[in-house]
């Protein structure tokens, strides 16, 4: 401020003594062509001694200015460099990391972590989707709209059993939580993404089914969840139509039905038991010899005493070859032994040969290896990590596509009512692997085939499907 006041008081004529000191010189110079023309003037008018300290003065402001500016620079040149990163590139904080996998019972915490402040922009969202294969190969493309629509449950009650999809719904979540670094795939938010649903939105889903379910289920009553009212208000309701199906002109989705069969077997091969599973060895997984033979190889006896891969993997019981053919058809059979005891087995790895649509059973080259397990098993990465599953409330279908964990309500009409039936996509098979247009119910556990069909007659060939999302 002094020196403000000190320049603003000048006044005298011109005195050349300015130019005999260096110093002055260097210091007036350097500022001399920001500086107007009547100013300059009154400087060098100045004597001597006076102009010395007031040029020394002015010049030490003058660098503490220009010290200022530089920062101000430098601070704004940074901050266009962040704005102009993009979002993705950002490093995320560890709240935001943990956001995917926080347990069910921090649903309220993710609920606030998902609300947007008002005013604030969601980002675009791209109806335009390409579908892949089970080897994350490009299939074809569409659009979001041709598969996905809004829609609205009608008001009938929902059917399915509580305890059931409660265990199923936990499963999954679960599944999500422990397994979602060594599973990259269930962190695709696929075709739902053209609606604006992200994986986030998913879980939020599960976590707050899991509460309603465990506080209905608390209170022995009838769950909201089986109320359409509540279902139409707490969530999205996104109607899934078709696509790419054999009858172009069907939007229904095709059910299809799977269960777990009963078989007779035996421990020890025998004349009527002679068709083994194996189950292969822990150092199978590094070694991948086994996807160099099809079924056909596997059923010519190369593992047996005498083959050239005997040794390498290990029999875990010997059916009969219709027992094998519906044991891999459904990945999961209920052996009752000769010896009276019993055993569930559940297909762990395969060839890796791809399923052929059209061909029949036994020409499949598509081989599965089986472990022992205490659940019937669903969709999972490693036979150790499959999510167990129950029926009535499970449906397979494309997990890459559609997604795991998304809750399905199918509407169809039986004796001249719609009915609604719900359950979560939790399993998977080469059949589904691209499938837009089909999905398939885990029926139960059946003695026969013919118990079986007697039980699927009262179930529907073709349904309206919804895929819920809470709001």
Avoid at 261 to 270: D, E, M
Wanted: charged fraction near 20%; aromatic fraction near 10%; proline fraction near 5%.
């Amino acid at each position: 401020m002094k020196s403000t006041y000190a320049l603003g008081s000048l006044s005298g004529g011109v005195n050349h003594e300015t130019l005999t000191s260096p110093l002055i010189f260097c210091l007036t110079t350097s500022v001399v062509y920001d500086l107007p023309v009547a100013l300059i003037l009154q400087l060098m008018s100045i004597p001597f001694s006076q102009k010395l300290v007031l040029t020394v003065s002015f010049a030490t402001l003058l660098l503490i200015g220009l010290a200022n500016t530089h920062l101000r620079a430098q601070s704004k040149t940074k901050q266009q460099e962040n704005t102009a990163l993009p979002q993705q590139q950002l490093p995320l904080t560890s709240s935001q990391k943990n956001t995917l996998f926080v347990p069910q019972t921090s649903y309220k915490n993710l609920d606030k972590q998902n609300t947007r402040p008002s005013g604030q922009k969601t980002a675009p969202v791209s109806t335009y989707y390409q579908v892949i294969d089970e080897l994350q190969k490009y299939k074809f493309s569409l659009q979001g709209h041709q598969v996905l629509s809004s829609g609205k449950l009608p008001t009938t009650k929902v059917k399915f059993n509580q305890p059931d999809l409660l265990t199923v719904l936990v499963n999954t979540r679960k599944y999500y939580q422990d397994y979602a670094s060594e599973d990259p795939n269930i962190l695709r938010a696929g075709l739902l993404a053209t609606q604006g649903v992200t994986v986030q939105d998913i879980l939020k889903t599960l976590d707050f089914m899991i509460t309603v379910l465990q506080e209905d289920i608390a209170n022995k009553r009838d769950t909201r969840l089986q109320d359409p009212n509540f279902l139409n208000t707490n969530f999205r309701v996104i109607k899934w139509s078709a696509y790419n199906s054999p009858s172009s002109s069907q939007k229904q989705l095709r059910i299809t039905k799977y269960a777990v069969f009963t078989h007779p077997g035996s421990h020890k091969k025998t004349s009527k038991y002679n068709i083994p599973i194996y189950s292969l060895k822990d150092n199978s997984k590094t070694e991948k010899f086994y996807t160099k033979y099809t079924k056909q190889d596997v059923l010519s006896g190369i593992y047996e005493p005498g083959g050239k891969e005997y040794g390498k993997v290990e029999p875990l019981a010997y059916l009969t070859r219709e027992g094998l053919e519906e044991a891999l058809m459904e990945g999961t059979i209920l052996i009752n032994f000769t010896d009276g005891s019993k055993a569930l087995f559940n297909v762990d790895r395969s060839n890796e040969m791809p399923y052929i649509r059209g061909a029949a059973a036994t020409a499949q080259k598509r081989y599965w290896y089986f472990r022992q397990v205490n659940d019937i098993k669903g969709y999972g990465y490693k036979i150790d990590a499959k999510i167990s599953i129950k029926p009535g409330v499970t449906f397979a279908g494309d997990v890459l596509n559609i997604g795991l964990g998304r809750v399905i309500v199918l509407e169809y009409p039986k004796g001249g009512r719609k009915q609604l039936q719900l359950g979560v996509l939790a399993d998977t098979g080469g059949a589904f692997l691209p499938n837009l247009h089909q999905l398939d119910f885990l029926a139960g556990i059946f003695q026969d085939k013919k118990d079986f069909g007697q039980y699927t007659r009262q179930l529907p060939e073709y349904a309206t499907a919804y895929i819920l999302v809470k709001k």
